[in-house]
């Protein structure tokens, strides 16, 4: 049975749609157990108002949340037993086995750093984001790449980048059923010899790994075209992108609204196309992949995004059994033991250096 | 001499009869001289007793050709029908399941070691041959008349209801109930059969039961299985009398309340359960948690069970059971789900609310077009 800890009190709609997400979670998945961890008096007037498995679903009870907008060094601090708190505890404690949490992204990652030990060989975690491209991948047709690290360290060494390359490879394999995800490297040309040292000494690294589908380097426009499965880069870059590709989603939704609004032909122009702008819309709907992954610990920790409905926490609670099923963490860990003999016999990477703890 | 060689030789005609639906299935009352029955407890038989799909047509099809063997019974409810047949005790079943079925239901009866005293199946030959369409669904129409009329034969003092959420059971049996102890006049139950669709000829001989039907408060406690995993909160109008359980080891945690099943008895409930391999003790655990969540079971009974527990499990209630942990560290998970809970308020129940019979059977119908405008059965 696997045990999976919700944080029933983080997200833009908690609790209702978390504890309705998690509820149909039960329903869907008889080989687990959901833990809400929350207000047990809150989340015991939700619960019986939802279907759901009343043997499937238990409620630990914790007497605080974090906000969705607090600073999340300050905020866990003020607050020990607050929901993300306990939660991440639990999984320390060996009482659940993965966390799900829609609530304040740097709270979530700096509980589960604080309290998690990292798999072996793995130097640092990294949060992983999904992204909607033009090629799709895998058995199921994944219309999604992954992006990592996006923001739980700020820089990375060599090492952190294949350690990332790795984990990001695992993970597509196991969640988008993609027998030989490619990875790829982010920089700012394709040549190996592109970009700062770490980037170059990685992408030697990598291009000697036969574990993993490694491509070589791609560019920043290479991203939502999906030439690669797995895009590795580092913390700093990874959140920079991260936040210009939605920027970009962003503009171009603002710009259909104004033409929306200026010219009758081109409002007509965008009915006749709603039926495909709709279509694109179900194939990218976020919500279907529930969340995304902190890897590198040995747990898995899925995150799931702050506008989090019942739906895509369904989804992340799944996304979360599959990763404990399919043995995530313990094929990181095997990977990275077998890559770190070769990486002993290479020489130092001139770029590992000391780099700050994960973002607080 | 004459009478008895003739009903002996009648008798296996009737029961052929029976079987194929031509003569209605009338259960045998206690034999005269017999002490009234201290406490009767009535099953229905599909998603109560038996893991049934009645969702599609095919469903419906493979549950009527299915053997005795292939029939599953939810994982602790043989063991809790088991317990609950006692000295004094009596077992009667109504289900909606065709006559023609009687063979096989009662097979896997026998298959599982279930005895019973009366089993009820619904004469739908009958129906077809009358030309009587609506009696095919028709649910209070016919599971009321012949609960009433299994009481004239045998009245206990108790009764404890078992039922599920795929139909109407919870209408049926609060109305039942409410009828017994004189809180339902036989005007308000003409208004609800009429409401319920029941035929005209119908409806003075349901009266006349009720009318006949020996009076009490007898219905104490009523269990809906929630199959359908349908929202407890829906069932929070009936009051603190029925309570709506996600599997039988919550019913024997309600029924050890009630002081009906002992620690012991809840064990080998709960035994059967982890045996089915679909429950762990984990989902034990947190059963308990849930029952006392909704307010069904208080914190004191579910320590008063780990402890009884304790001492049945010590006098060798798990004996052979190499395959659990030792006792002591099952009840320390257990008495820990519920102390996760914090300091959880227990719910406030009003005991045998006032009901709106007419109302909840046109929202039951309501509901009932929904389904099958969604294609369910």
């Known amino acids: 049975m696997h045990r999976i800890v919700v944080d029933a009190m983080g997200g833009d709609h908690a609790p209702d749609e978390i504890v309705q997400g998690a509820a149909e979670a039960s329903l869907q998945l008889p080989s687990a157990e959901i833990i809400l961890v929350g207000d047990s008096a ?21 007497p605080t949340f974090v906000d969705m907008d607090e600073k999340p060094a300050e905020a866990l601090a003020a607050k020990p037993e607050a929901s993300i708190v306990v939660a991440a505890d639990l999984v320390a404690r060996g009482e659940g086995d993965a966390l799900v949490s829609a609530g304040n992204t740097g709270a979530s990652v700096l509980a589960c750093a604080r309290r998690w030990t990292l798999l072996e060989g793995v130097r640092r975690a990294a949060l992983a984001a999904v992204y909607p491209t033009e090629l799709r991948r895998g058995e199921k047709n994944d219309p999604f790449s992954l992006i990592l690290d996006v923001g739980a360290t700020i820089e990375a060494s060599a090492e952190d980048l294949v350690g990332f390359a790795v984990m990001g490879s695992a993970y597509a394999k196991l969640v988008s059923s993609n027998r030989r995800p ?27 790994t036969t574990e993993l589908n490694f491509i070589g380097n791609i560019e920043g426009i290479d991203i939502p075209r999906g030439v690669a499965d797995v895009v590795v880069t580092s913390g700093f870059t990874g959140n920079v992108v991260l936040k210009m590709l939605e920027g970009v989603s962003e503009t171009v939704v603002r710009l259909a609204r104004y033409a929306h ?18 279509q694109l819309k179900s194939i990218t709907d976020w919500q279907q992949y529930g969340g995304a992954p902190l890897l590198g610990f040995t747990h898995p920790f899925i995150k799931a ?56 | 001499m004459v009478m008895r060689a003739l009903l002996k030789r009648v008798t296996p005609l009737v029961k052929v009869g029976e079987r194929i639906g031509l003569f209605d ?51 602790g409810a043989t063991a809790l029908l088991r317990a609950l047949r006692q000295d004094g005790n009596r077992i009667c079943i109504v289900s909606g399941s065709p006559t023609q079925m009687r063979q096989v239901l009662a097979a896997k009866l026998a298959l599982d070691g279930v005895e019973y005293d009366e089993f009820v199946l619904k004469n739908n030959l009958k129906n077809i041959l009358r030309g009587r369409f609506r009696a095919l669904r028709a649910q209070i129409p016919y599971k009321l008349p012949a609960m009433l009329r299994s009481r004239l034969g045998a009245a206990a003092e108790h009764e404890t209801l078992f039922g599920d959420d795929a ?39 349901i009266l006349d039961l009720a009318e006949r039907a020996p009076k009490g408060d007898a219905v104490s406690r009523m269990i809906i299985h ?32 009630d002081k009906v099943l002992s620690a012991r008895q809840v064990i ?19 059963s308990v948690q849930d029952v006392i969540r909704r307010g069904r079971i208080s914190r004191e009974t579910a320590l008063l069970l780990a402890e009884e527990a304790s001492a049945a499990a010590a006098s060798g209630a798990l004996s052979g059971r190499s395959d659990l942990p030792p006792f002591e560290q099952i009840a320390r998970a257990f008495r820990e789900r519920v102390r996760e809970l914090g300091a959880i308020e227990p719910a406030a129940w009003e005991t045998a609310p006032t009901l709106d019979y007419v109302r909840l059977v046109d929202e039951e119908h309501e509901h009932r077009r929904t389904r099958r405008r969604q294609g369910m059965t």
Request: one cysteine or more.
């Open chain 1, 182 to 208: 490619r990875v790829a490297l982010l920089s700012n040309g394709t040549e190996p010899g592109k970009g700062p040292p770490s980037i170059v000494a990685a992408h030697a690294a990598l291009v000697e």
């Open chain 1, 305 to 360: 995004h702050g506008r989090s409905n019942a739906r895509a926490v369904t989804n992340a609670v799944k996304v979360a059994h599959k990763a404990l099923s399919g043995n995530l963490c313990g094929n990181i860990a095997r990977t990275m033991a077998e890559l770190d003999e070769r990486w002993q016999r290479r020489p130092r990477s001139e770029t590992s250096g000391v780099m700050p703890p994960i973002t607080e």
């Open chain 2, 268 to 286: 080998f409930v709960a035994l059967e359960m982890l045996d089915s391999k679909q429950y762990e003790l984990g989902h034990l655990a947190t």
């Open chain 1, 261 to 278: 609004k200026e010219r009758l032909a081109w409002r007509l122009g965008l009915v006749a196309l709603s039926s495909a702008i709709d």
């Open chain 2, 25 to 75: 299935h009338v259960p045998e009352g206690l034999p005269p001289g017999a002490p009234r029955p201290r406490h009767t407890f009535r099953w229905d038989l599909d998603k109560t007793y038996l893991r049934t799909e009645f969702d599609n047509i095919l469903d419906l099809a493979k549950s009527a050709i299915e053997t005795a063997a292939d029939k599953q019974a939810f994982p």
């Open chain 2, 167 to 205: 139909e109407a059971d919870a209408i049926i049996y609060c109305l039942y109930a409410d009828l017994l102890a004189e809180r339902v006049s036989l005007g308000d139950l003409e208004r609800v059969l009429i409401a319920a669709r029941a035929y005209e000829d119908d409806i003075p001989r």
């Open chain 1, 42 to 62: 809150v989340l015991g007037r939700l619960l019986p108002r939802m279907r759901h498995d009343g043997a499937r679903v238990r409620v630990h009870h914790a």
């Open chain 2, 226 to 257: 929630l199959d359908r995993r349908s929202p407890p909160l829906g069932y929070q109008r009936f009051g603190a009398r029925l309570v709506p359980v996600f599997n039988y080891f919550q019913a024997a945690l309600v029924l050890y309340e």
